[in-house]
């Protein structure tokens, strides 16, 4: 049988958004996000984080920073017992704004790629699954994937969220923060 997932925005979701960190000093994990990831695998949910990097692309990082940042964060939630499945990134970004070389990456969100890869790798149906955000392009990422997408207010969710209304667009939930998110997750799974 296929699994379920709970995709996990970075930035503004599970720690405080804070632009372009290049070093782990500068990451801020929300303390409830451990509690949720923990409460999301109890319930045999993958955790997989999809993250938009374009810090790399603009050179304000590099892909050796990144690989640091994630392997703590990584360390983090386990040792908090709350083990993160995978981390997916993309690094692309041009001056004019749009996938490095002016081309579409496939991967940016919202475009699709990191949660089709994450579905090939895990087995994941995605029709099954989550995506939690606080920017519209996470929204989008969600529906674009087939997964139901959740608006947190945190990070850029208080802004995001007149946005994706004018756009005539509504996510399946629109929760406070991850923990909120996570109760409306499995509320929702533990109905029959």
């Known amino acids: 049988m296929k699994r379920r997932a709970v995709f996990l925005d970075r930035d503004g979701t599970i720690n405080v958004d804070v632009g372009y960190p290049n070093r782990w000093d500068q990451i801020a994990i929300y303390p ?12 045999r949910f993958l955790t997989l984080v999809v993250t938009n990097q374009s810090g790399i692309g603009r050179g304000l990082l590099t892909e050796a920073d990144l690989t640091a940042i994630h392997s703590r964060m990584t360390e983090e939630f386990v040792k ?20 490095a070389g002016g081309l579409d990456c496939g991967c940016r969100k919202p475009a699709p790629g990191m949660g089709f ?21 996470d929204i989008l ?8 997408p959740i608006l947190v207010r945190t990070g850029y969710g208080q802004m995001s969220e007149p946005k994706l209304e004018a756009m005539g667009i509504r996510p399946a939930c629109v929760a406070d923060d991850l923990a909120a998110a996570t109760d ?9």
């Open 184 to 192: 409306w997750i499995l509320a929702r799974e533990s109905r029959p």
């Open 117 to 137: 890869r994450a579905a090939a790798e895990f087995d994941i149906d995605l029709a099954r699954s989550f995506m939690v955000g606080d920017k519209v392009e």
């Open 80 to 99: 908090q017992g709350a083990p993160l499945d995978a981390i997916y990134h993309c690094p692309h970004f041009d001056a004019a704004g749009i996938a």
């Open 32 to 43: 409830y996000a451990f509690e949720a990831v923990r409460r999301l695998k109890a319930a």
């Open 141 to 148: 990422f969600g529906l674009n994937i087939g997964a139901a």
